[in-house]
């Protein structure tokens, strides 16, 4: 995964810590943001390059969007 952003690798790291490996499994971005201590416009950055390079999936919800991996 050396095309990633080294933030994008944290979020990606932070992720698959939380659990979000799965469609069940959905976190929202404060959910990431608080588990990786980022601040949250990085972190929405981070994710936005992980979900456009197939790293991981946005699914929007009645309230928020939630994020999981896909690889």
């Not at 690798?9 to 588990?35: E, F, H, S, W």
């Not at 201590?37 to 197939?54: I, Q, S, W």
Request: net charge positive.
């Amino acid at each position: 995964m050396s095309d990633l952003s080294p933030n994008a690798q944290k979020v990606y790291d932070t992720l698959k810590k939380i659990g979000a490996t799965n469609p069940n499994a959905l976190k929202t971005a404060d959910d990431v943001m608080r588990a990786s201590n980022m601040p949250k416009g990085m972190m929405n950055n981070a994710v936005l390059e992980l979900v456009n390079k197939g790293y991981a999936k946005r699914v929007a919800r009645e309230k928020s969007a939630g994020y999981y991996l896909t690889k």
